[in-house]
Nanobody
Framework: QVQLVESGGGLVQPGGSLRLSCTVS????????????IGWFRQAPGKEREGVSC????????AYADSVKGRFTISRDNAKNTVYLQMNSLKPEDTAVYYC?????????????????????WGQGTQVTVSS
C-alpha cells in the first residue's frame, strides 16, 4: 500500500510562513509521483475537513481553495517522492491539522478545491497553529 508522512507543522504568528512536506512511499511497481494527484487537506476543531490544494500530472497542474489562493503554493520533487505546501501570510483561521493524500484512480484530476472522497490513502496529519 502507498504510505504518506507529513511534517513541518508548528506554531507561527499571523503573517508568518510555514512549509509542509509530504513524503510518499510507493506500494507498487512503477510508481512515479507525477502519475497521481496529491492533495493537501485540513481540518480545524469543530469544522469539516476541507480541500486546500492539489498537484498532478507530468506538467504539475495545480488547484487551490479560494481561501488560500495567492498565499499557499503546492510543489513537488519527483526525485524525492515529496510534495510541499508553502504557506505564506498565515491567518488564525488557517489553524488546523493538515493532511496529505493520494488519489490512485487512473485518469483522476485535481478538483477546485480537491474533494476528500476521491483520495484513497492518507497521512497521519501535522498540526499548524497560527496565533500571536
Amino acid at each position: 500500500q502507498v504510505q504518506l508522512v507529513e511534517s513541518g507543522g508548528g506554531l507561527v504568528q499571523p503573517g508568518g510562513s510555514l512549509r509542509l512536506s509530504c513524503t510518499v512511499s510507493p506500494g507498487f511497481t512503477g510508481f512515479t509521483l507525477d502519475s497521481f494527484p496529491i492533495g493537501w487537506f485540513r481540518q480545524a476543531p469543530g469544522k469539516e475537513r476541507e480541500g486546500v490544494s492539489c498537484i498532478r500530472g507530468s506538467h504539475g497542474s495545480t488547484a487551490y481553495a479560494d481561501s488560500v489562493k495567492g498565499r499557499f503554493t503546492i510543489s513537488r520533487d519527483n526525485a524525492k517522492n515529496t510534495v510541499y505546501l508553502q504557506m505564506n501570510s498565515l491567518k488564525p483561521e488557517d489553524t488546523a491539522v493538515y493532511y496529505c493524500a493520494i488519489d490512485v484512480t487512473i485518469g483522476s484530476t485535481c478538483g477546485s478545491p480537491p474533494q476528500s472522497s476521491f483520495y484513497e490513502y492518507w497521512g497521519q496529519g501535522t498540526q499548524v497553529t497560527v496565533s500571536s
